[in-house]
């Protein structure tokens, strides 16, 4: 049985794991320290409050007294760290906090933990510290050139790499200087329920659903290679049941697709659920592109394969339709974001009212 704290369980991916590690791991304890940033939801694990094996905390990474205050009180064993700033275009219009959360805050995560854990008395032998980073690390690829390995060097290219790239190195330096018992994994782009709307699925499934320009940056045939969040979280599970401590894994969805393709699957299956409005092809909208556009991202998922049996489950075409239908059946989730921060952020990003 494992105590785990998550990091940035209010997020994204974060969301998803801890309802995957509760649902095949009940009798694990899960504890998420979240600082519920414009990108946190502390609606999407209302559902999991009854639980008693299930805690909240609403506080920041980089507090590292509060965290090697919760390692002590719970006993903790492992630590998921999910909680970044994570979204490239912020990254470019405003890099500071990027700094701060994800470099630093990633330090006083890893400072906390050689302290309860290394440091006093040497009190948690079995401990594990997952960091979950991305395959932007690695900078970007030409089309026809080979897919990114663990050995890949890194060649970040916005702040937000850069950000990820650095405390990637710092989770390497407290493993091979201080002993740590440290796993890594870089993942490609997902895609599923929970996904705050200003990545490119959800904020065109939104703008689906409203009716309203999809824009496309560029001339739409930058490529990223689709991941489906569950595959993800089964990835790092296995990860921490049987991956080699001190070592990194790359996880993808063997799904390579340009911007335009993955645009054009949603309007295709948005013209079957909404035949009224279609073709919804025509909401398609060029815009400037984003500085520095990383062309290309591929993973070779080879090692996690062979060493932990990893495999995709989730075919593109039929997840891109349940994560439609969950944004439909969901709106009480998504609607009371589309106010406020979300507005202006729009606004400054793409220009419109
Ligand atoms: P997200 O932006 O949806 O969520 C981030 C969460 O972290 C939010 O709940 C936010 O409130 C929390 N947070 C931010 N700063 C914090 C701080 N200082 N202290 C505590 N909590 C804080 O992100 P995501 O898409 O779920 O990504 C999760 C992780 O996976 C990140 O580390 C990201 O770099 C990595 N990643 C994401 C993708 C992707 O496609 N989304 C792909 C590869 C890697
Ligand atoms: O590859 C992993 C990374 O994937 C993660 O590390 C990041 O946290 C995550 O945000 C994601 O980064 P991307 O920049 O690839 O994701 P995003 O959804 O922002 O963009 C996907 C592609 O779509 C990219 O080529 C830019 C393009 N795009 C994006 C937006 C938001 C558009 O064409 N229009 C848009 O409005």
């Known amino acids: 049985m494992r105590s785990m704290l998550i990091t940035g369980g209010a997020g994204f991916i974060g969301a998803n794991f801890v309802h995957y590690w509760l649902a095949h791991h009940p009798q694990d304890r899960v504890v998420v320290l979240d600082a519920l940033t414009y990108a946190g939801n502390h609606a999407s694990l209302r559902s999991l409050e009854v639980r008693d094996t299930f805690r909240f905390v609403h506080g920041n990474i980089r507090d590292q007294q509060l965290v090697e205050r919760l390692l002590r009180e719970e006993r903790l064993d492992t630590i998921v760290h999910f909680a970044a700033e994570s979204h490239v275009d912020r990254s470019i219009l405003g890099p500071d906090a990027f700094i701060e959360t994800n470099i630093l805050g990633t330090h006083a995560l890893l400072k906390a933990a050689r302290q309860v854990w290394l440091e006093a008395g040497g009190s948690m032998p079995h401990h594990r510290f997952h960091h979950v980073s991305t395959d932007e690390v690695y900078g970007s690829l030409g089309i026809g050139g080979q897919s990114f390995t663990e050995i ?29 018992n440290t796993t890594l994994s870089n993942c490609s782009n997902n895609y599923g329920p929970y996904q705050f709307p200003e990545k490119l699925i959800p904020l065109c499934i939104i703008n689906l659903l409203k009716q309203e320009p999809l824009p496309i940056y560029g001339d739409g045939k930058n490529i990223r290679d689709w991941l489906h969040v569950a595959d993800h979280c089964r990835g790092i599970e296995l990860i921490l049941e049987n991956g080699k401590p001190g070592c990194s894994y790359n996880i993808g969805g063997n799904n390579e697709r340009t911007n335009l393709q993955v645009v054009s699957a949603l309007c295709a299956i948005m013209d079957e659920l909404n035949p009224e409005f279609a073709p919804h092809q025509r909401l398609v909208k060029f815009v400037t592109d984003r500085p520095g556009h990383d062309r290309r991202y591929a993973i070779n ?17 039929i997840g891109l339709r349940e994560t439609i239908e969950w944004y439909i059946n969901n709106k009480s989730w998504w609607q009371p974001i589309l106010s406020g921060e979300y507005k202006d952020w729009m606004k400054l990003q793409y220009g419109e009212g």
């Open 152 to 180: 890949t060097p890194y060649s970040p290219n916005s702040p937000y790499a850069a950000s990820k790239a650095a405390s990637d190195h710092l989770v390497r330096a407290y493993r091979q200087t201080y002993g740590l």
């Open 301 to 317: 998922s080879r090692k996690i394969t062979s060493e932990l049996g990893y495999r995709p489950t989730h075919e593109f075409m």
